[in-house]
């Protein structure tokens, strides 16, 4: 990830395969995002950042833009599909924002899709 932060830090976009399911169903495992640089003024409820915390790097919505007596501005970010918000992060920490998503093979999400794979495989559809 060390290359991808370094080139948008220069302007450039970048793509990687996504991990994880913390933003399902906006962007699941395995699912290609491209990530853009985004201007700290950009920075609002509802976009999708990719943000570095110590030595990992999450893709997650911002739900809130805050700043208090006790720090200065800071962004309350967090998975579509987690129940709680990460940690507050500063705006320096924002590595760019994703712009898209193209889904993995021909995956399906949900339980219907889950029900028609397994269906299709007991067919021997598969």
Same mark, same amino acid.
């Given at each position: ?8 830090? @220069? /302007? ?20 290609? $995002?491209? +990530?853009? &640089?985004? %201007?700290?003024?950009?920075? %609002?409820? /509802? ?14 919505? $911002?739900?809130? +833009? ?6 200065? @501005?800071?962004?309350?970010?967090? /998975?579509? !599909? ?6 507050? $992060?500063?705006?320096? *920490?924002?590595?760019? @924002?994703?712009?898209?998503?193209? &889904? ?7 339980? +219907?899709?889950?029900? *028609?794979?397994? !269906? !299709? ?6």
């Amino acid at each position: 990830m060390d290359v991808s932060a370094a080139l948008l830090t @220069e /302007g450039y976009g970048v793509r990687f395969r996504a991990g994880g399911g913390s933003m399902t169903p906006a962007i699941g495992d395995g699912d290609v $995002i491209t +990530v853009k &640089p985004i %201007a700290p003024a950009s920075l %609002a409820p /509802g976009r999708v950042i990719v943000y570095r915390d110590c030595d990992r790097v999450f893709a997650h919505r $911002i739900v809130d +833009v805050r700043a208090d007596r006790t720090r200065p @501005e800071h962004l309350i970010v967090r /998975g579509d !599909a987690a129940r709680d918000c990460d940690a507050p $992060i500063a705006p320096s *920490q924002v590595l760019g @924002e994703v712009v898209s998503v193209s &889904p993995r093979g021909d995956r399906r999400r949900g339980i +219907v899709g889950l029900l *028609q794979r397994a !269906a !299709a495989v007991a067919l021997g559809a598969l």
